[in-house]
């Protein structure tokens, strides 16, 4: 049998999925999940936008 057991897989499951986007529709979620999916795949980190120091000019 290949891939993991259910005991195995246990230790990588977690809940709620999603980066923190403020979805409500189905769409949304859909998008903050495949977001959270790319951000693992890429190494990312899951910093919202807002926290980061974005240098402003005026």
Known sequence: MD???IKEAE????TPIG?????????EIAL???AEILSLRKRISK???KS???????
């Open 19 to 27: 980066l923190d986007i403020g979805s409500e529709t189905p769409e």
């Open 52 to 58: 980061k120091k974005i240098k402003v000019y005026s």
């Open 3 to 5: 891939g993991l057991s």
């Open 11 to 14: 230790n990588h499951i977690y």
């Open 47 to 49: 910093r919202c936008l």
């Open 32 to 34: 903050s999940i495949a």
